[in-house]
């Protein structure tokens, strides 16, 4: 029988308000893209989970489409909530999205009222819950009126299915659009999931001074750019690694002699820091103020560890963010 740890909330500065909001969320969340699908093994994945929780990850990042196949990642951590953590339901921050394919026809992907809705409902009932902590529009829809998707996004909140609205992959022009209407609509943007790392910057400085200036919070994803700002390809590509095993998001030819140059001397900086390459590269993005949560994914148990040892120091002197700049542009 699973008891969390008891010391989980140990540390209040593990904590960070999201954008205006009341909400506090983890510097480190939980991302179940990878790893928790039908395909993996149950063991291990709730293993990661519960690993988390007892760590004081209480935030859960999932989406429609998380797998394979599409939606058993919903499936898996419905099973471990109803197992192991569904006691604890009041402690957790459970999101899901809507956006990417999920059905054939007309109205299985996009931005539609009609699409969204129906995903949510899916979603809730493949996890066993009545709501969701946060709903987000997982990108944007190019022919969908904006008025449309951000409405119901306020629909799935006022409905009592979602406590908060978010937005994913929006630009910073469309994101301040979206904010804008929920805030007439009596829903105002939570937070905003974009993707950021060291090797992937398209945030700087836009989006970030947007989410800024709306209040939005922001949790960012792939901040290890999928694995590659760890130690894990230094000696080649292991068999278990995204590369060696699920190329369908990073493929060994992306792994190129000039990336690893790179993450090498980020590796010799980490390491006079007193930190791994990984703990490096989640500090880095924390560094902003407006980032509240760095979203990670796990293969193994002792990678949530090393995660969260990361804010044990988040502090860079300006020497040192310009050395790591000079590294990034060379």
């Known amino acids: 029988m699973y ?3 008891p010391n989980r909330y140990d540390s209040p500065s593990f904590y960070r308000r999201c954008g205006h909001s009341g909400l506090r969320l983890p510097l480190i969340s939980l991302g179940l893209w990878h790893n928790f699908g039908a395909k993996d093994s149950f063991e291990n994945a709730r293993a990661i989970a519960l690993r988390a929780f007892d760590l004081g990850i209480t935030c859960f990042d999932l989406a429609n489409n998380y797998g394979p196949p599409d939606g058993s990642a919903e499936e ?8 192991s953590l569904g006691k604890w339901r009041d402690e957790m921050v459970i999101t899901t999205k809507a956006g990417y394919y999920m059905w054939p026809g007309p109205y299985g992907e996009w931005g539609s009222r009609k699409y969204l809705l129906s995903s949510l409902d899916q979603s809730l009932k493949r996890m066993g819950i009545p709501y969701v902590d946060i709903f987000y529009s997982h990108r944007p829809d190019p022919d969908t009126p904006l008025e449309e998707t951000m409405g119901a996004l306020a629909s799935a909140v006022r409905s009592g299915k979602a406590i908060y609205a978010g937005l994913s992959n929006y630009g910073p022009a469309e994101t301040a659009r979206a904010a804008k209407i ?5 829903t105002p943007c939570l937070i905003h999931q974009p993707r950021y790392s060291m090797l992937d910057r398209w ?3 836009q989006l970030l001074a947007t989410l800024e200036a709306e209040g939005i ?3 960012v994803f792939s901040p290890l750019a999928k694995g590659v700002l760890t130690d894990r390809y230094f000696k080649g590509i292991p068999a278990d690694s995204r590369a060696g ?3 369908r998001f990073l ?3 992306d792994i190129t002699d000039a990336v690893l140059a790179k993450t090498r001397k980020l590796n010799d900086h980490a390491q006079s820091r007193g930190q791994t390459l990984a703990q490096m590269a989640l500090a880095w993005v924390l560094r902003h103020k407006v980032v509240t949560s760095a979203l990670i994914g796990a293969s193994k148990v002792q990678q949530v560890d090393d995660c969260v040892g990361a804010v044990k120091n988040l502090n860079f002197s300006a ?3 310009a050395h790591i700049e000079k590294i990034l542009a060379g």
């Open 76 to 83: 898996t951590f419905g099973r471990i909530l109803r197992e």
């Open 217 to 219: 919070g922001c949790t």
């Open 203 to 205: 945030v700087e400085p």
């Open 245 to 247: 095993h699920d190329q």
């Open 3 to 5: 008891s969390p740890a």
């Open 182 to 186: 929920l805030r007439e609509l009596g």
């Open 251 to 253: 493929r060994p030819a």
């Open 319 to 321: 020497d040192e963010l």
